[in-house]
């Protein structure tokens, strides 16, 4: 079955450090793999996804995401973080078979000091 | 111009009661879904409707019901709510190709008391 595990339930940076918010998927097949994020009291937002193609994927706000085969990772990342990036963080991986079901992980908590 | 709009947004109600969500997409997407998040903020598919038939119907207590008139649209309706259904429901929609990507609502807030 697939899944993904996000390691850390809260991660703490200062502004304008750069920051990382770690994600590990298991997959049989090629992974699809997608972040998305949470403001306080709102929906989930789309930030950026892996289907095929260049290891660094670009997304929405500054952020950006690694997919590493080898160590099955999609770690996303911002070289400089702001105090409005403060937020929960959802790794996911579409699931295996004929729908497009998405498998959450658990989220982590962005917490960014000023 | 809200791609995935959800009503109500606040709910609280008694138990017992019964209550509908109500979920319409200007994307012209095929495929509508039902997520939950608990209060520990874990995210679980529910339901999903593809042009108007079901696909997914996960491990969900048979009290909800998925109603899908048209493919824009996708409501949920609970009977006899209980304290365990207090949660954030989220619809969502997308094509149903593999890798396209899902764009989520705002959340409806569901307190039962």
């Known amino acids: 079955a697939q899944s993904v595990a996000q390691p850390e339930d809260q991660v703490n940076v200062a502004e304008g450090n750069p920051l990382t918010v770690k994600c590990t998927y298991s997959?049989?097949?090629?992974?699809?793999l997608f972040w998305y994020v949470q403001y306080p009291n709102r929906g989930l937002q789309f930030l950026l996804k892996?289907?095929?193609?260049?290891?660094l994927v670009k997304g929405s706000y500054g952020f950006e995401a690694e997919f590493n085969k080898s160590q099955t990772s999609f770690h996303l990342k911002k070289p400089s973080a702001l105090v409005s990036d403060s937020a929960l963080y959802f790794c996911a991986v579409r699931d295996s078979g004929a729908t497009n079901k998405l498998i959450f992980g658990t989220g982590t908590l962005l917490a960014v000091q000023p | 111009d809200t791609a995935v709009s959800q009503t109500p947004k606040y709910l609280v109600t008694q138990m017992g009661n019964d209550k509908s969500i109500k979920c319409e997409q200007n994307l012209g997407h095929d495929t509508m879904y039902w997520y939950k998040q608990d209060s520990k903020k874990f995210l679980k598919i529910m339901f999903s409707y593809n042009n108007k038939e079901l696909i997914i119907n996960e491990t969900v207590p048979n009290r909800f019901s998925p109603k899908s008139p048209d493919k824009a649209h996708l409501n949920l309706h609970i009977n006899s709510l209980e304290l365990g259904d207090s949660a954030v429901y989220f619809c969502?929609?997308?094509?149903?190709?593999?890798?396209?990507?899902?764009?989520f609502g705002e959340g409806s807030w569901l307190t039962v008391v």
């Open positions: 969502a929609s997308s094509q149903i190709s593999s890798g396209n990507t899902i764009y």
């Open positions: 892996y289907i095929t193609g260049d290891n």
């Open positions: 997959v049989s097949g090629n992974p699809y």
